[in-house]
Structures are given as structure tokens and as C-alpha cells.
């Protein structure tokens, strides 16, 4: 631009338009509309962690139900004076950012949604919650929790935020995809929340969705599941816009001497898991297309001949499969077990080795374990099926392939176990969710190998010990290692640190009772309990030695309940509050601390490009005068 | 620091960044067509008896001819681009687009003779995977059509400004273009021949 012929007047007339052009953008642009990858990610964070809560109090809805089953809910009773208790206390402390705001909204909030999930005829008169409005909620808190919260709060929020800051990147490779992912995503969920006010309520035919109940439950488009699958296709599309920029992101914008073997554990399992998303997604589309058309458009992809349904012949041409279903289904739906847990084992392993002050164990051992996986997850999908009478054959393939996948996840587990020995172990906040996350993974994973044998599968499946394996497995497992995420990299996104009692009283809280909602699960499964049931097994003869821990569970989920209030007061508070932050307060190496501000620059991260110069986790290398090496620091010789 | 590689290929990959994203997209689409083509196979295995010569082979063979000519139209729009003669570029692009639009009034002559004649999805499961599948290819030429259309007249502004970053947004909607041309390829025989 910079020619000699420019005369001053115009050298002075650039250089405003130049000013201009760096000018703060507006506040819809800054912070809504923003094509930022920080702020998305924020975005993503903070709308996957109100989705989070949303599907929780479903969830403790439903625990009354099962703990005191047939009376009448009282905090229903109590949601409209509760609302106004909030609102009152929102005047008092005069609407400013402040905590007293913050309760009262929280409070206000609580109250509004109790009222309306609790009021009318359809869900829980007087109280009582009818066996539909069950089904509801359970169809709900399933796809909530893992297509709403926890895979964007995994992949959307930390990926985003944490993955372009690790590699040098000055943001993510298609910003403008990046927005319109999390838009996408944003009306998915509307779609979702808005199906419980249609008539006939929102989906109830399980998070599985399966055929031909979720084709002829309140049938056509005005039924929840057609929302559903709308919803679907919304979250689906928002997925793939970010698995492509993902992948393009880490291949095309890695900093210079970022070599593949010297990435973040992080950036390589946020890699392995776009690769799923990817391309285990599509399926499930397909499979939510097909199951519109059968329920729009009268078609039978689903649907057998001569199905009869409450003693009416089906009016529909027939000659489809529900098992097809079910194999598209599980298709997408366990390599998305992966993408739930490949992300958190990433942040588990930055924490572990930045608080063990060593360099991760077997790094390389990782890595391909992670690629490995992610390349068998995408051959084990039918161990889901064998009740459906696939065959043994079939049943024998899919049972070994699922014992051979179980071996990545042990060396992970193993190298991460094996990281420890020898550390000078700080026990903080992040560093004791993340240590945490390694037992109970370890349970759910050795839970579900007897779900994987065909043989030991007819006995537990479908009862209360899947139910028990799998939420071992995500809840204290994947969202053990969030919370872990969140408060190791707060300090980088705020600027402040976050507060280490009140986080170290979050944690212990959730951990007992984690472990008391989740293992009197397997308990019951063992027992024979089956899922689903409206009531918790009241009217089963096998099942009356072990009812009494529907209670326990259920009281422990509420008091659960009141130890994450502890983490968003926390949240909050230490917003304002906290102790300043420097750019690198935990002394790590990754370039996301070292080569960056907290919080990093609004446009571009980086003042200059990075350069890295040696592996990710230079720990406690001897003859260094300080115990870490930053990735974009040369090593002495 | 700004973005790299979003015009010239980055050495190692030896791709810009949009032609990467492109066929990492059209590698999820495969995916997707691939589950719908396997639903077909299993509907088909699964019934006493699949209707024959329902189709009309010969409007398709025609929309198979309409389809292959515009993705050589296609390629000569970006090779005129290359060879910096916008002129051609603009009729060779709008010839693309036409094609487009001949594919969509073909099939719907076909559709419109089906309907009529009282065989639409629900009737049984070969018209409910025919009128899914093609009406899912439909929706992708449509999209297609949309980019490319685009492309030929507010996009091309971009030619005057930056002229390479405009020539490769038209090899990335090429290289989608001819993927929907190929689903077609694969459509036709499944649905018409076999």
C-alpha cells in the first residue's frame, strides 16, 4: 500500500481509515455475534453449561419420582413463591453484578422452570408425575446432556477456546463457520426446549430413539419427536461445520517447528475426536432424514408389515426394519461415547502432567492409542444390539472388536496412572478433579466389559447396571475432567484465578456423591432392575431387596445438587474477585500459556507468531534453572 | 497475525486451507450418502419382491447427460479463470448454472408423473427410498446451485480484487459440484438399471 507517490495528505487519510479499521467492534459484533474463536468458545461454555444444569434438574425431578414413586412432588408447591423470593432478593441487592443478583437469579430461575416443567394437566397434576411426562423427562436428560452439554462443552467450548491457543494459531481456520456452528447449534437446542410446550410434550421415546415406538408415539409433525429429529439435524449440521474447521485448523495453522509428535496431548485428542464427529455424524442424519420421512411423509423405512398398535393395524405400507435403526443409530452413537471421552482424557493429560511437574509417561504410547481408538470405535457399534437377535456370528464379531478397543483405553488409563510415579504432586483444585477422573473412568470402563461379552449382556442388559456403567464413564469421568478444565483454565480466559476452598469443597461434595447416586446403580442392575421404569421397580419381586437405594440415589443427587450452587458462586465470584492472574500462573509449557496474555489479544492471540522448538511437556529437566520449559523457548544444549 | 494459507497452499499439506475443508466435508457426505445407500441394499435384501422398470429410463439417461455436461462446464469455468479470460469464465459458469436447472425440470417431470399416477413414499419402500434419495441428491444440487450462481454474478466481484482466492473458490465449488454429478452416477443405475 505504502507507495512513494502518496503525498502526506494521503499518508495522513490511510492511516485514519487504518484506525477505523482497528476500531473496537460494537457489542453485538464483540460479544454475539463475534467471529472470534474465544469468544465462541466462551459462548459454547457458557450456553453447554446451562444445558448442563437444565438436564441435571431434569434429572432430580425424575429422582423424586423414583425414590417416592406416585406422590405428589412438593416443590412444585413452592416454585411460585420461591420465583417471587428470588425476584425480591434481585431488588435488594439492587440488580448490580453482584452475588445477591446472581442467587436471586439462580433462585428466580429455578423456581419459573419448577413451575412450568410441573404445572398442567399433561406432566404432573397436583404433583403427581404421569408416566408420559417420565418418558419425557428420561428422553430429555439423555439427549440434553450428551448432544447439548457435554460434547459442546468438551469440543465447542475447550476445543475452540484452548486447541488455536495451543498451536500457535491466530484463531480457528473458517471464523465465520466457527460463528455459524455455535448459531446452529444455539437454534438446535431452542428446538429442543421449546418441544416440551407443544402438545403431547417433548420426545419420550428414550435418547435412543428406537423404532417403531418413536415412529407411532404421538405420531406426525406436531409430535415431540419430530422436533427431535429436527433438533438433531440442527446439532448434527452445527458438528460437522466445526469437525471440518477443526481438523483444517490443526493441520493448516500449527506454528512453525509445531511438528505432529510435538503437539499437546489436547490437540490430539480434540484431532481424533473431529475425525469421529465427522464422519460418524452423517449416518445418524441419514438416519434422522429417514425417520422423518416416516413420520411425515408415511413412509415405512422403520416400520414392519403388520405391525399393530394399541390392537389398530398400522396404516402404513410396511416392509421396513426397525433394526436398521438401530444400526444407523449406534453407528454415530458409540463412536460419540468416544468423542465424550477422548476430550476430557486431553485435558486430564495437560493437568496431570503440568501439576506432576514431569513430562507425560509414554507420550507416544498415547498418541497412537488415541488413533487407534478412534479407528476401532467406528467397528463396535452392534455390541449395543446383542438382545436383538443379530446372530452369533455377527454377535462373536462385534464382541471381540469391543475387547480389542478395550486395550487403547487401558494403556491411556495406564500411562496416566503411570505419570504419577515419581511427580511432586500439586494437589490443586484441576489437579485433584483430574486425579479423580482416572478411578472412575477406571470404573466405568472395567463396569462395561461384561456389557461387551454377548454372554454375560443377556443378564445386564437394559437394566440399572448399564445406566450405572455408562454415567461412571461420563459423569464423575468426562465431566469430572471439564470441571477440571474449567478451573485449570479460567485463569486463561478471565484473567483471574479461581477459588481454590470453595473448588476444593465442589470437589469433594461431588465426588462422595457421585459415587453415592451411581454405584447403588450397579447394585440394582445386578439385581435385575430394569431401566426405564416409571415407578423404580415397586411392583418386581426381585427387585424389593434392593429398592431402598432408590432413596439413597435420589438424596444424593439433590445434595449433589447444592455443591455445583458451590462451583457457579464460585464461578461468579471469582469473575470479580479472584486474585490476578499472570499470563502463565500454573507454570506450564503449552504455547496457549506461554506465548500469550491472560486474557490473549482480541484479534490474532499472538503479538508475533510462535515458534516451537521442542515437545510439549518439558517438565523438571535437569540442568535448567527453572523447572519448566516453554514450547516456544529453546532448550540449552 | 492474520490467517494463513487462506490463498496459497501451505507446503507441507499442499493445499489451501477452504480445498482441505472441502474434501474433509465431502468426506462426511460420502458418509452420509454411503448410510442411505446401505439402507437401500437392506430394504431391498429384506423384501419378497422389489418393483422392476417402474422408472423412466430414458429422461434419466437424458439427466445423466445434463449433469456430466455441466461438470465439464464446471471444469472449464475454473480452467478459463486460470488462463485469466473472465469472459469465458461468465459462460461457461452460466452454463453450469442452466444445467442445473434442466437437471431439477427433468426430475421434476419425473416426479410429477409419479405423483399423478398415485406412487409417492408412502406407497411402499422403493418409493420411499427413490423419492428420499433423489430428493436428497435434489437438495444438493439446489444447494449447489445456489454457490455456484453466486459465483457467477455478486460473488464474481471478487475477480477484480483477488483474482486467485476467486479462481480457488470456484475449484472448491467444482470439486462439490462434481460430487453431486458422481451421487447421480451411482443413483442412476441403483434406482433405473438394476
Known amino acids: 500500500m505504502g507507495t512513494n507517490n502518496l503525498t502526506h495528505t494521503a499518508h495522513a487519510v490511510h492511516h485514519a481509515e487504518l484506525h477505523a479499521h482497528h476500531e473496537e467492534p460494537g457489542f ?116 440434553i446432556m450428551v448432544f447439548l452439554g457435554v460434547v459442546p462443552l468438551a469440543v465447542g467450548a475447550f476445543g475452540n477456546y484452548v486447541m488455536p491457543l495451543q498451536i500457535g494459531a491466530p484463531d480457528m481456520a473458517f471464523p465465520k463457520l466457527n460463528m455459524a456452528s455455535y ?37 406426525g409433525f406436531w409430535g415431540g419427536q419430530t422436533w427431535w429429529l429436527l433438533g438433531m439435524i440442527f446439532l448434527i449440521t452445527s458438528s460437522l461445520l466445526g469437525s ?79 433394526l436398521l435403526w438401530q444400526h444407523l443409530f449406534w453407528f454415530l452413537a458409540h463412536p460419540e461415547v468416544y468423542v465424550l471421552i477422548l476430550p476430557a482424557m486431553g485435558i486430564v493429560g495437560e493437568i496431570i502432567a503440568n501439576n506432576t511437574r514431569k513430562p507425560l509417561w509414554g507420550y507416544k504410547s498415547l498418541v497412537w492409542a488415541v488413533i487407534f481408538l478412534g479407528f476401532m470405535s467406528f467397528i463396535v457399534w452392534a455390541h449395543h444390539m446383542f438382545l436383538t437377535g443379530m446372530g452369533t456370528a455377527i454377535s462373536s464379531f462385534f464382541q471381540t472388536t469391543t475387547m480389542i478397543i478395550s486395550i487403547p483405553s487401558v494403556i491411556i488409563l495406564s500411562c496416566l496412572f503411570i505419570s504419577l510415579y515419581g511427580g511432586s504432586l ?82 469433594w461434595g461431588s465426588f462422595i456423591c457421585m459415587n453415592f447416586i451411581f454405584f447403588p446403580m450397579l447394585i440394582q442392575g445386578l439385581a435385575g432392575v430394569s431401566r426405564r421404569l416409571y415407578d423404580g421397580g415397586q411392583q418386581y419381586a426381585h427387585a424389593q431387596g434392593v429398592l431402598y437405594l432408590n432413596e439413597v440415589m435420589s438424596v444424593a443427587a439433590w445434595v449433589m445438587a447444592i455443591f455445583q450452587l458451590i462451583f457457579v458462586i464460585n464461578l461468579f465470584l471469582s469473575l470479580r474477585r479472584g486474585e490476578k492472574a499472570g499470563s502463565n500462573p500454573w507454570e506450564a509449557t503449552t504455547l496457549d500459556w506461554t506465548a500469550t496474555t491472560s486474557p490473549p489479544l482480541a484479534h490474532g492471540n499472538f503479538a508475533t507468531a510462535p515458534e516451537v522448538y521442542h515437545g510439549p511437556y518439558e517438565y523438571s529437566v535437569p540442568g535448567h534453572d527453572k523447572d519448566f520449559i516453554p514450547q516456544n523457548e529453546p532448550m540449552k544444549a | 497475525m492474520e490467517i494463513p494459507y487462506t490463498v496459497n497452499a501451505r507446503p507441507d499439506s499442499g493445499l489451501f486451507n477452504a480445498k482441505m475443508g472441502v474434501w474433509l466435508f465431502l468426506a462426511s457426505e460420502v458418509m452420509l450418502f454411503g448410510a442411505l445407500f446401505t439402507t437401500y441394499i437392506l430394504l431391498r435384501v429384506g423384501a419378497p419382491e422389489w418393483p422392476h422398470h417402474e422408472l423412466n429410463v430414458p429422461l434419466a439417461t437424458l439427466n445423466t447427460a445434463v449433469l456430466i455436461s455441466s461438470s465439464i462446464t464446471m471444469v472449464m469455468a475454473w480452467a478459463s479463470l486460470m488462463m485469466k479470460d473472465f469472459k469465458k469464465y461468465k459462460m461457461y459458469m452460466g452454463l453450469t448454472f442452466l444445467a442445473g436447472v434442466g437437471f431439477l425440470i427433468i426430475k421434476g417431470i419425473e416426479y410429477s408423473h409419479h405423483i399423478l399416477a398415485g406412487e409417492i413414499p408412502s406407497t ?66 441403483v434406482f433405473y438399471l438394476l
Open chain 2, 124 to 189: 411402499n419402500t422403493f418409493y420411499a427410498i427413490y423419492f428420499t434419495m433423489t430428493g436428497l441428491h435434489g437438495v444438493h444440487v439446489i444447494g449447489g446451485m445456489i454457490v455456484n450462481g453466486y459465483f457467477w454474478g455478486p460473488g464474481s466481484k471478487m475477480w477484480k480484487t483477488e483474482p486467485e482466492r476467486f479462481t480457488n473458490r470456484i475449484e472448491v465449488a467444482g470439486l462439490y459440484w462434481h460430487f453431486v454429478d458422481l451421487v447421480w452416477i451411482f443413483l442412476f443405475p
Open chain 1, 28 to 143: 453485538w459484533r464483540k460479544y454475539v455475534f463475534s467471529t472470534d474463536h474465544k469468544v465462541i468458545g466462551v459462548q459454547y461454555g457458557l450456553t453447554s453449561l446451562l444445558f448442563l444444569l437444565f438436564g441435571f434438574t431434569l434429572m432430580m425431578v425424575m429422582r423424586w419420582q423414583l425414590a417416592y414413586p406416585g406422590e405428589a412432588f412438593p416443590v412444585v408447591k413452592f416454585a411460585a413463591p420461591f420465583a417471587i423470593l428470588g425476584l425480591i432478593v434481585m431488588l435488594i441487592s439492587g440488580f448490580r453484578l453482584s452475588l445477591g443478583t446472581l442467587i436471586g437469579v439462580l433462585i428466580t430461575g429455578l423456581g419459573v422452570l419448577v413451575y412450568v416443567l410441573g404445572k398442567g394437566e399433561e406432566r404432573m397434576p397436583d404433583g403427581i408425575m404421569l408416566p408420559e411426562f417420565y418418558n419425557q423427562l428420561g428422553a430429555m436428560h439423555g439427549t
Open chain 1, 244 to 322: 471440518v474447521n477443526f481438523i483444517v485448523t490443526i493441520m493448516q495453522l500449527r506454528a512453525k517447528g509445531l511438528s505432529f509428535m510435538r503437539f499437546p496431548f489436547f490437540v490430539w485428542a480434540q484431532f481424533v475426536t473431529s475425525f469421529l464427529l465427522l464422519l460418524a455424524f452423517p449416518p445418524l442424519e441419514a438416519a434422522g432424514v429417514l425417520q422423518l420421512m416416516d413420520r411425515v411423509a408415511g413412509t415405512s423405512f422403520f416400520l414392519p408389515s403388520g405391525l399393530v398398535v394399541s390392537g389398530q393395524v398400522w396404516p402404513n405400507s410396511g416392509g421396513g426394519n426397525p
Open chain 1, 183 to 219: 448459531w446452529v447449534y444455539f437454534c438446535g437446542g431452542v428446538i429442543m426446549l421449546s418441544s416440551f410446550f407443544i402438545p403431547g410434550g417433548s420426545a419420550q421415546s428414550g435418547w435412543t430413539s428406537y423404532a417403531p415406538l418413536s415412529d407411532v408415539t404421538v405420531p
Open chain 1, 426 to 507: 500439586r494437589f490443586n483444585t484441576p489437579m485433584l478433579f483430574a486425579l479423580a477422573f482416572l478411578p472412575m473412568f477406571g470404573i466405568g470402563g472395567l463396569t462395561g466389559l461384561p456389557l461387551g461379552l454377548s454372554a454375560s449382556d443377556i443378564h445386564l442388559h437394559d437394566t440399572y447396571y448399564v445406566i450405572g456403567h455408562f454415567h461412571y464413564v461420563v459423569a464423575p469421568g468426562t465431566i469430572f475432567a471439564l470441571f477440571a478444565g474449567i478451573y485449570y483454565w479460567f485463569p486463561k480466559i478471565t484473567g483471574r484465578m479461581m477459588n481454590e476452598k470453595l473448588g476444593k469443597v465442589h470437589f
